[in-house]
């Protein structure tokens, strides 16, 4: 097991039969240990023991998609639907700014009411208000046009999971969606020069190890800047209610798997996993994630945005606890950077030479 373990890290690469005998025959605590600390040795060879912070504004939880997992699908009708309009959205980075964030992501449903003209208002008035930071979309699919505009609006980055790999796992979860449709989106945005985000969920129902390989496979491909990793946990009014979710134990394998094939990418320690365990996080951390995203939405509202049973959305979970959240990055052995925090290969020029060049 260590032998390929080694072989990983030293190429950044194996056979998918090889990740697949890692996934399902790692057991024992000194080779899962083993794994990790590969993981956030190649991780500091890149980023040092720094983990960034971002400021997570949800500002939508209305969504045209019915994915069978998520609590905010459009068919779900307990959900208390909110909007933030532009004024609310620059409230929240003016305080995030104030506590130090320079990176803001902006998360919501797939809601047709935000236009490209709204998005554009939005992304160009923090622009204006904050030059100094980054802005990141969570908006799901859209098409080549909008993602140009709202590239020259300045957004830097956008987060779009692949959610899995599998065609067939993917058409059973995304009732009236395209697989090949959302791959497509992930090479738009990658050509057009933002720095993108992709990732997947453990532990769906009827997800097998080799559709986990096969996410490992397609991020190896894609080579995303950004790779959302995260537990999958039941709600209790979608069509999967009652299922069994995913592990904290399985989730950190992927994690540091996954650190090892993609070296330089951005990895959140997800709320998620500080939902399933109190430590999740920190031990997200010890295995080679080095981003977390506390939340900056308006208290009235956190509780509303729940993807799935239990979400955090108190306590040291929110940005106002800037003290608390860096206590426990530093008591995993790691250091606060509140910077821009961006992908070691971009300098915050790149993007947008890279959207002028295929313009033109």
């Not at 939005?122 to 098409?143: N, W």
């Not at 951005?266 to 995203?293: I, Q, Y």
């Amino acid at each position: 097991m260590k032998s390929l373990i080694d072989t990983l890290y030293d190429t950044a690469n194996l056979t998918d039969d090889q990740l697949l005998m890692i996934l399902t025959e790692i057991k024992s605590t000194e080779d899962l240990q083993y794994l990790f600390d590969k993981a956030v040795s190649k991780k500091a060879s890149h980023y040092k023991d720094a983990v960034y912070m971002r400021g997570l504004i949800e500002f939508t939880n209305y969504c045209k998609q019915n994915c069978n997992y998520c609590g905010i699908r459009g068919l779900n009708t307990t959900v208390d639907r909110y909007r933030l309009d532009k004024d609310m959205i620059l409230s929240c980075c003016k305080e995030g700014y104030q506590l130090g964030y320079r990176t803001f992501v902006l998360q919501g449903g797939e809601d047709p009411y935000y236009t490209d003209a709204r998005l554009v208002e939005i992304i160009k008035a923090i622009k204006i208000q904050h030059p100094d930071c980054a802005v990141t979309l969570s908006i799901g699919e859209r098409s080549r046009e909008s993602y140009v505009a709202l590239k020259m609006a300045g957004v830097d980055r956008y987060l779009l999971r692949h959610e899995t790999a599998s065609k067939e796992l993917y058409e059973s979860l995304h009732p009236n969606m395209s697989f090949e449709n959302r791959r497509e989106c992930l090479y738009t945005l990658k050509a057009l020069g933002y720095q993108v985000g992709a990732g997947f969920m453990v532990g769906l129902p009827n997800q097998t190890d080799e559709d986990l390989v096969k996410d490992l496979r397609f991020l190896k491909i894609l080579s995303p800047e950004m790779i959302g990793i995260g537990p999958y946990i039941p709600h209790e009014h979608t069509p999967l209610k009652g299922a069994h979710g995913g592990t904290v134990e399985k989730t950190l394998i992927l994690l540091a798997l996954t650190r090892l094939l993609v070296p330089k990418a951005l990895l959140p320690s997800t709320t998620a996993m500080g939902t399933l365990d109190p430590k999740g996080r920190e031990k997200a951390l010890k295995a080679g994630a080095n981003v977390v995203m506390p939340n900056l939405s308006p208290t009235d509202v956190r509780e509303k945005y729940e993807l799935y049973k239990d979400k955090i959305c108190t306590g040291d979970e929110a940005a106002h606890c800037r003290q608390c959240i860096e206590g426990r990055i530093k008591s995993a052995g790691f250091s606060v950077d509140m910077g821009r925090g961006d992908h070691a290969n971009f300098k915050s020029e790149h993007s947008s030479k890279a959207l002028f060049t295929i313009v033109e």
